[in-house]
């Protein structure tokens, strides 16, 4: 079981991890550092959420209460399956999820919803390690996200969830991340706010900060699974990754 850390604020969380190495220098046992999307740098959960939901009642589906949760963390050859063979859409999954996507850019183009202190926490980091991206978003919304949030110099490496077999909580868009940047996924962190997304990035072998969604919160079951828990953004500093250690 990995430690979670206790405080009354983020950094106070973080601050007592065994620290090995100076304030500030990239220790030995952490070579790249990857950042969730949606929930953590975009408040953007509700959006799918409420994209798919109109869409189902406009298509005479069976919404339900639990399938938000359901298809959190899910590729998106997984949700749009869901919203055929669950949900009870007509169309095809393909033509499912192209709609969804179509409505997210539309968001996107009219406000892009950055959560404060993105854009700052990402530069934190990517002046100290390679930065990548692993997203259950499909891979248009993420391209539009990083060029709207003037975000996407800073990643080295970018994976959609259904771009691997699996989605979360499966570790393969982690590990996919991983390669991609070339290191060793347990040598990376990995900062996540959602229940799947912690499992997902802890089953990968990988540090994990989390930053739980305040929307929708992760349970204790992958709370437990985090090295540190921060409260927001602001707290996560590279001083944070510094101190990450198995203990």
């Known amino acids: ?114 959560v404060p202190g993105a854009r700052e926490a990402v530069e934190r980091l990517a002046a100290h390690w390679p930065l990548g991206l692993a997203s259950s978003s499909n891979r248009p919304v993420i391209d539009l996200a990083l060029e709207l949030s003037g975000l996407a110099p800073f990643f080295r490496a970018t994976v959609s969830s259904e771009e691997v077999e699996r989605g979360k909580p499966a570790p393969d868009v982690y590990l996919e991340a991983a390669r991609r940047l070339g290191v060793d996924p347990s040598r990376a962190a990995a900062i996540e706010d959602s229940h799947n997304g912690i499992l997902s990035a802890a089953a990968a072998g990988m540090r994990v900060v989390a930053i739980p969604n305040r929307r929708f919160p992760p349970g204790d079951e992958a709370l437990q699974q985090a090295d540190v828990v921060l409260d927001s953004l602001e707290a996560l500093t590279p001083d944070v990754i510094t101190r990450l250690d198995r203990g």
């Open 1 to 114: 079981m990995r430690r979670r850390f206790s405080g009354r604020a983020g950094f106070a969380r973080a601050s007592v991890c065994n620290d090995r190495s100076s304030r500030g220098n990239k220790p030995e046992s952490i070579d790249a550092v990857i950042f969730d999307l949606d929930g953590l740098l975009l408040d953007s959960e509700h959006l799918w959420d409420e994209a798919r939901e109109q869409l189902a009642r406009e298509r005479g589906g069976r919404w339900h209460d639990r399938a938000q949760a359901d298809m959190m963390g899910m590729s998106s050859p997984e949700w749009s399956r869901y919203m055929h063979e669950r949900i009870g859409l007509p169309e095809s999954p393909e033509e499912i999820s192209a709609e969804v996507v179509r409505r997210l850019e539309a968001l996107y183009r009219e406000r892009l919803p950055l």
